[in-house]
């Protein structure tokens, strides 16, 4: 996978931006069909782990992510590997 980055200004205090970047079950919420699930206990910070999960029934995959770098305020960066355990979920038939 290629590294990509996304910039946005918005008018809010970078703390409230971080909290909102970091909230890893609302980002479920927001992409049609998947549910997050946070798989640590808090707070937030490398080692933090969470599963996405997208689809209906069956047809579903996990994309699990673990925190490998974090800087407040920011950057949070899930570990490049986690791309790649999710073509093992998608054959897993969940």
Known sequence: MSPFRVERTVPAAPEEVWRRLTDWPAHGRRV???????????????????????????????????????????RAVPAPAVWRSTAVSCGAGR
Do not use: K
Not at 34 to 42: D, I, Y
Not at 49 to 71: K, Q
């Open 32 to 74: 049609p069909l998947t549910r997050t699930r946070v798989l640590t206990p808090g707070p937030n910070g490398v080692g933090t782990r969470f599963t996405a999960r997208t689809g209906i029934g069956r047809l579903s995959f996990d994309d699990p992510m673990e925190v490998v770098r974090w800087e407040p305020r920011r």
